[in-house]
């Protein structure tokens, strides 16, 4: 069965920088998107930025778009999300999420992560 894992969250100054990662196992993700999702306190969960495995394809919600960028390393199966110039309005609990290419949603999710960055 499909397992993301996410690591690397934590508390940050404003105009800081975090890693994430996610450890995907269970099957090949070849032909998967991966994807990075947050949840803000009191808000819904909400799309960040997807990279398709097979060919490192990649996009961004407008908000991120110059500050994050997300990457993936086939050899270790991970998929990672470089956030530059945090803000405030980052904090948010970031998903790691996965779906085959020709599905249109992500079901296959991790247990999320706390990212606060303070001001």
């Known amino acids: 069965q499909v397992q993301l894992v996410e690591s690397g969250g934590g508390l940050v100054q404003s105009g800081g920088s975090l890693r994430l990662s996610c450890a995907a196992s269970?099957?090949?993700?070849?032909?998967?998107?991966m994807g990075w999702f947050r949840q803000a306190t009191g808000k819904e969960r909400t799309f960040v930025a997807a990279?398709?495995?097979?060919?490192?394809?990649?996009y961004y919600v407008d908000s991120v778009n110059g500050r994050f960028t997300i990457s993936r390393d086939n050899a270790k199966n991970k998929v990672y999300l470089q956030m530059n110039s945090l803000k405030p309005e980052d904090t948010a609990v970031y998903y790691c999420?996965?779906?085959?290419?020709?599905?249109?949603?992500?079901?296959?999710w991790g247990q999320g992560t706390q990212v606060t960055v303070a001001s």
């Open positions: 269970g099957r090949t993700f070849s032909s998967y998107f």
């Open positions: 999420a996965a779906r085959p290419s020709t599905a249109k949603e992500y079901y296959h």
């Open positions: 990279i398709r495995w097979s060919d490192g394809f990649t």
